[in-house]
């Protein structure tokens, strides 16, 4: 466990983050972890005058996890990364790469997660759209 940190469910992430930045906190960045079964682990990182708070959030493979983007909108891109390397998908992302955030031009699956989500070549069109 890291210090200075809450562990939070799925509906009380856009709270608790508002909340660190009325504290003004800044955001620094996610990290993702895969433990057991079909869960991972999301750590936000904020940070106020070098003191660090993190929050906490454990999800179950393929349930969305709200986008904080509309607090913090930098967090796009740290959202889109999870996705890309997790298969997580976050409602509400205000910058939303669908998945091809880190996409070169191969067929690839996203690393970490065990459901095997698969990504097209970047040639190819996003769903719902055509060339």
């Known amino acids: 466990m890291l210090a200075d940190e809450l562990i939070i469910g799925a509906d009380s992430l856009l709270g608790e983050a508002a909340r660190l930045k009325r504290d003004g906190y800044r955001f620094v960045t996610m990290t993702g972890i895969r433990i057991n079964g079909a869960r991972t682990e999301i750590l936000y990182h904020f940070d106020r005058d070098l003191?660090?708070?993190?929050?906490r959030l454990?999800?179950?493979d393929d349930a969305p996890v709200p986008s904080i983007t509309p607090v913090y909108f930098g967090a796009f891109l740290a959202e889109n990364e999870i996705r890309d390397l997790f298969g997580i998908h976050f409602e509400g992302l205000v910058i939303d790469y669908r998945g091809t955030l880190l996409l070169e031009t191969s067929v690839v699956t996203?690393?970490?997660?065990?459901?095997?989500?698969?990504?097209?070549?970047?040639?190819?069109?996003?769903?719902?759209?055509?060339?």
């Open 51 to 55: 003191h660090f708070r993190h929050l």
């Open 58 to 60: 454990t999800v179950i």
């Open 110 to 131: 996203a690393p970490f997660s065990r459901s095997g989500v698969k990504r097209k070549a970047a040639s190819d069109p996003p769903p719902g759209e055509e060339r």
